[in-house]
């Protein structure tokens, strides 16, 4: 069965330094990626998807993700935080035979602070 | 255009009561799902509808009943539910079951 393991629950960091979201899956089969940002009280919101191709994948907000296949995982990163990159991260993986479903992490707290 | 709209944004229901959630896209997509969110926690699938058909039912109980109307629109009918109920209830939608998902803005459900 396909898994998603975020390693980190929460994760502090000061405005304009560099983070990263660790993200790890399980899978034996070829798989779709996602990032999703969720802030209070609002929806998910994609951030970038890896389907095929290039393993260093660009979304919104300045966000990147790198897929690696030999580690299984897709780590998101951002050069530089702003107070408002503050919300949940969502690491996803799209269930293989496309039933639609979408395998979760626990989320990450990414808190930026002044 | 990624936009899912979903009414009402709040809901306050008595155990009692009937109410519906309803959710809007006019992207073309043939996917539309339900997604239960509990505070600090991932989403939940509840059902998927393909091609206005539900495609997955994760063993929801009854009191939860969706209704895929046309190929734009997701109802999800409430009728006596319990307080463990109240959440944020999320629609989703893409293009087929297995292509990405876009998220509405969700509805959070207080049930007394």
């Known amino acids: 069965a396909q898994s998603v393991t975020q390693l980190d629950s929460q994760v502090p960091v000061f405005e304009e330094a560099p983070v990263e979201l660790r993200c790890n899956y399980s899978?034996?089969?070829?798989?779709?990626l996602f990032w999703y940002v969720q802030y209070p009280n609002q929806g998910l919101q994609l951030l970038l998807k890896?389907?095929?191709?290039?393993?260093l994948v660009k979304g919104i907000n300045g966000f990147e993700a790198e897929f690696n296949k030999s580690q299984t995982s897709f780590h998101l990163r951002k050069p530089s935080v702003h107070i408002s990159d503050t919300a949940e991260y969502f690491c996803?993986?799209?269930?293989?035979?496309?039933?639609?479903?979408?395998?979760f992490g626990q989320g990450t707290t990414l808190q930026v602070k002044p | 255009d990624t936009e899912v709209t979903q009414t009402p944004k709040h809901l306050v229901m008595g155990m009692t009561n009937k109410k519906s959630l309803k959710c809007e896209q006019h992207?073309?997509?043939?996917?539309m799902y339900w997604y239960k969110q509990k505070a600090k926690k991932p989403p939940e699938l509840m059902f998927v509808?393909?091609?206005?058909?539900?495609?997955i039912n994760e063993s929801v109980p009854s009191r939860f009943s969706p209704e895929c109307p046309n190929s734009s629109l997701l109802n999800l009918h409430l009728h006596a539910l319990q307080p463990e109920d109240s959440a944020l209830y999320l629609c989703?939608?893409?293009?087929?079951?297995?292509?990405?998902?876009?998220f509405g803005p969700g509805t959070r459900l207080l049930v007394l």
């Open positions: 989703a939608s893409s293009q087929d079951t297995g292509k990405t998902q876009y």
């Open positions: 899978s034996s089969v070829s798989v779709y």
């Open positions: 996803a993986v799209s269930e293989s035979g496309n039933t639609g479903k979408l395998i």
């Open positions: 890896y389907l095929s191709g290039s393993t």
């Open positions: 509808y393909s091609y206005e058909k539900l495609s």
């Open positions: 992207m073309g997509h043939r996917a």
